[in-house]
T-cell receptor, first 111, second 114 residues
Framework: KNEVEQSPQNLTAQEGEFITINCSYS?????LHWLQQHPGGGIVSLFM???GKKKHGRLIATINIQEKHSSLHITASHPRDSAVYIC?????????????FGKGTKLSVKP | NAGVMQNPRHLVRRRGQEARLRCSPM?????VYWYRQLPEEGLKFMVY????????ESGMPKERFSAEFPKEGPSILRIQQVVRGDSAAYFC????????????FGDGTRLSIL
C-alpha cells in the first residue's frame, strides 16, 4: 500500500462544476503539499499546509491531521484547470526535501 | 525575477554516455531538491542539497548518479554510463532556508536514452 493515496485517479467535469480531489496518507507528516502538473509537464506548487485550511483564488485546500486526510477543492472549474494534481507529504522527522508523492489525479474540465 | 531554471529542457544520450542536468535556483534560495518522474509513474525524491553540502541523498541510486551544488553556479545532477532505464523527466525545486519553506519547481529536463 502506498504511503500517499489519491482519489479519484481520473476526473472529468463540466465547466463550472465544483471539484474535490482527496488525499490520504499513512505516515506522520510535518507538511502536506498540493502540486499542479500542466499538460506540458511543468509543476507548480499550489499549497503547503500543516493544519486547517488555505484558500487561493478558486482553490481551497484543507487538512485533517487526526484523520490523515486532505482535500483540494476547485470552485467554478474552468478548462484551464485541466492538469494532473499531485499530493505530497514531508514526513515527520524526515528531511524537508524528502517528499513522498501520490500518483496524481488527472483532471479534465470540458467546456 | 526568474523562477527555477533547468537546462537543457530535452537531452538525448546514447547508452554509456554521461548526462549532466543543470538547475539554477530562484534568487535568494539556498536549498535545492532533485526529483525523478519515470514514464507513467509518480515523482520520486532523489537528493536534497544546500550550498556545498548534501543534506539527504537517500533517494539517489547508489551507482552512476551524483549531485552537487557548488558555492558558485548551478546545481548539477550527473548520470554516468546512462542506461535505457534512466529515461525520465528530472525536476529540480528550490526553497529558502528554514523549516517547511515552500518549494518552487523548474520545468524539468526530459532525458531520453537511445
Amino acid at each position: 500500500k502506498n504511503e500517499v493515496e489519491q482519489s479519484p485517479q481520473n476526473l472529468t467535469a463540466q465547466e463550472g462544476e465544483f471539484i474535490t480531489i482527496n488525499c490520504s496518507y499513512s505516515v506522520g507528516i510535518s507538511a502536506l503539499h498540493w502540486l499542479q502538473q500542466h499538460p506540458g509537464g511543468g509543476i507548480v506548487s499550489l499549497f503547503m499546509l500543516s493544519s486547517g485550511k488555505k484558500k487561493h483564488g478558486r482553490l481551497i485546500a484543507t487538512i485533517n491531521i487526526q484523520e490523515k486526510h486532505s482535500s483540494l477543492h476547485i470552485t467554478a472549474s474552468h478548462p484551464r484547470d485541466s492538469a494532473v494534481y499531485i499530493c505530497a507529504v514531508s514526513t515527520y522527522g524526515g528531511s524537508q526535501g524528502n517528499l513522498i508523492f501520490g500518483k496524481g489525479t488527472k483532471l479534465s474540465v470540458k467546456p | 525575477n526568474a523562477g527555477v531554471m533547468q537546462n537543457p529542457r530535452h537531452l538525448v544520450r546514447r547508452r554509456g554516455q554521461e548526462a549532466r542536468l543543470r538547475c539554477s535556483p530562484m534568487k535568494g534560495h539556498s536549498h535545492v531538491y532533485w526529483y525523478r518522474q519515470l514514464p507513467e509513474e509518480g515523482l520520486k525524491f532523489m537528493v536534497y542539497l544546500q550550498k556545498e553540502n548534501i543534506i539527504d541523498e537517500s533517494g539517489m541510486p547508489k551507482e552512476r548518479f551524483s549531485a552537487e551544488f557548488p558555492k558558485e553556479g548551478p546545481s548539477i545532477l550527473r548520470i554516468q554510463q546512462v542506461v535505457r532505464g534512466d529515461s525520465a523527466a528530472y525536476f529540480c525545486a528550490s526553497s529558502r532556508q528554514g523549516a517547511n519553506q515552500p518549494q518552487h519547481f523548474g520545468d524539468g529536463t526530459r532525458l531520453s536514452i537511445l
